[in-house]
T-cell receptor, first 113, second 113 residues
Framework: NAGVTQTPKFQVLKTGQSMTLQCAQD?????MSWYRQDPGMGLRLIHY???????DQGEVPNGYNVSRSTTEDFPLRLLSAAPSQTSVYFC????????????FGQGTRLTVV | LAKTTQPISMDSYEGQEVNITCSHN???????ITWYQQFPSQGPRFIIQ???TKVTNEVASLFIPADRKSSTLSLPRVSLSDTAVYYC??????????????FGGGTRVLVKP
């Protein structure tokens, strides 16, 4: 049972480039979400999804795009990378309404130069 | 969502009990208290959740007084591998679910030999 899998683990981008961070879960969870964590800080919610075809914005959505075409996958797109997006990105999933036990991936460390 | 306050850091020694107190003065009636643990370079991991009184599992205990304005996470007989950041989260399970978690700065626990 793999849980939540994120790829890649590390990425360096140039300012203005775009890329997609992949997230997949094999637990048949309804809810998935993306967080970013800056050095020495807690996690901040970027976007989340309560099911296939449904997404919504979190606390810091600007510069990011998401889609949820399947239950398993929830990719995060950086439209035009900026140095302020240098961070560690975590994907999480949970069973659904009323359940706050979230399962997190190992993270993607992104550097924008 | 209720704001939480917890110590920035704590030091302990192997074999000791570690108690981390979290203040949440404006906790709402429907709010639950949840603790996550995060090791360096990993995503957070759910430890324990409670609503009132005491909850215990194989990892930790959670003590919640009657007024619910604070809570204490207790880690019995810590080892070096318990060195991590511990986050206290407060929220309504039905509204927040697992995909809209609000993380504060956490408490950095260092266990020394």
């Amino acid at each position: 049972n793999a849980g939540v899998t994120q790829t890649p683990k590390f990425q360096v981008l140039k300012t203005g480039q775009s890329m997609t961070l992949q997230c997949a879960q094999d637990m048949n969870h309804e809810y998935m979400s993306w967080y970013r964590q800056d050095p020495g800080m807690g996690l901040r919610l970027i976007h989340y999804s309560v099911g296939a075809g449904i997404t919504d914005q979190g606390e810091v959505p600007n510069g990011y795009n998401v889609s949820r075409s399947t239950t398993e996958d929830f990719p995060l797109r950086l439209l035009s990378a900026a140095p302020s997006q240098t961070s560690v990105y975590f994907c999480a999933s949970s069973r659904g309404l009323g359940d706050t036990e979230a399962f997190f991936g190992q993270g993607t460390r992104l550097t924008v130069v | 969502l209720a704001k939480t306050t917890q110590p920035i850091s704590m030091d302990s020694y192997e074999g000791q009990e570690v108690n981390i107190t979290c203040s949440h003065n404006n906790i709402a009636t429907n709010d639950y208290i949840t603790w996550y643990q995060q090791f360096p370079s990993q995503g957070p991991r759910f430890i324990i959740q409670g609503y009132k009184t005491k909850v215990t599992n194989e990892v930790a205990s959670l003590f919640i007084p009657a007024d619910r304005k604070s809570s204490t996470l207790s880690l019995p007989r810590v080892s070096l591998s318990d060195t991590a950041v511990y986050y206290c989260l407060v929220g309504d399970n039905l509204k927040a679910a697992g995909n809209k978690l609000t993380f504060g700065g956490g408490t950095r626990v260092l266990v020394k030999p």
